[in-house]
Structure formats: C-alpha cells, structure tokens
C-alpha cells in the first residue's frame, strides 16, 4: 500500500524529475538504450514498480522480448552489443556506488563506445532511474491493477 503520494505532496520536484526522465528519448543515446539501463538499474534496486513500467516500455520500442527476459543475465549471453554491455556495466558500478568508486576499466570500457556528451547523458540517466526507484521503493508504489501500458 502507497505510503503517501509524493507526487501530490511535493508536485514541483516531481514535474522536474518527469521533464529530465523526457529528455532521455531523445537526446541522441542510441535507440532502446535508455530503456536497457532503466530497467537493468530498477532490477538491481529491486523496484517491481518501475520493472513493470520498464519492461513495457522497452517491448513498446522494439527491443526484442528475448533481450528484455535475459537482461537479469546479460554477461552471461551474447545477445547485447559491445557498446550495450559498456553501458549496462557502466549502469550496474553507478547504480551499486556503495561498492566503492566506479572502476576506471569500466570507464574505459565505456569511453571505447561513448562520447563525452553520450556519457554524460547516460550517467544522468542512470541517475535519473535510481531516483525514481528510490521514490517508488520508499513509498512503497503499488503495480497498478493492468500492467503498465495496457488499458
């Protein structure tokens, strides 16, 4: 049960968090690579809300449902392209901070397949999905009733 609506409570904070999440479909990061890292980061947290919602959403744009089921394992397969895996590596050492400093051979990793603005943009967005875990994992936000997308 929701242990208060947050967004209700505080609207601003939440209109500006909704605007940067907005930012990420378009801001030149390859295509489903958002929702790749989006959802990678909710597993790791342990959000079922934004797992849903994610999972949903990277089917809506095209990645293939066999990518979206094996991602929990995705150094185990060859299913995800240098360039993915840099970034899911890079999504696992920024979300899981409390480990220590994020690695620079993951850094390296990343600068073998990403810009500065495409790290950049990246890191915001990894930043971006902990925030909205931490929020919906504090107040407890229940699955709605269908799954995410579905009317």
């Given amino acids: 049960m929701l242990r208060l609506n947050y967004i209700k409570a505080a609207p601003r904070p939440y209109e500006y968090l909704s605007t940067l999440s907005h930012y990420f479909h378009d801001c030149g990061l390859p295509d489903g690579l958002v929702e790749l890292v989006w959802l990678r980061a909710s597993q790791l947290n342990g959000c079922a809300y934004c797992i849903d919602m994610h999972v949903t959403d990277a089917l809506k744009v095209g990645i293939e449902p066999r990518r979206v089921h094996l991602l929990d394992a995705w150094r185990e397969t060859e299913l995800y392209s240098p360039a993915e895996r840099a970034a899911l590596a890079w999504t696992e050492a920024v979300t899981n901070v409390q480990d220590g400093h994020v690695p620079d ?3 390296a990793e990343l ?5 500065d ?3 950049s943009d990246l890191t915001f967005a990894v930043a971006t999905i902990n925030a909205w875990n931490r929020m919906a994992i504090a107040f407890r936000a229940p699955l709605p009733k269908v799954p995410h997308g579905v009317r």
């Fill in 111 to 115: 600068r073998a397949h990403y810009d």
């Fill in 105 to 107: 051979d993951v850094f």
């Fill in 117 to 119: 603005k495409e790290i």
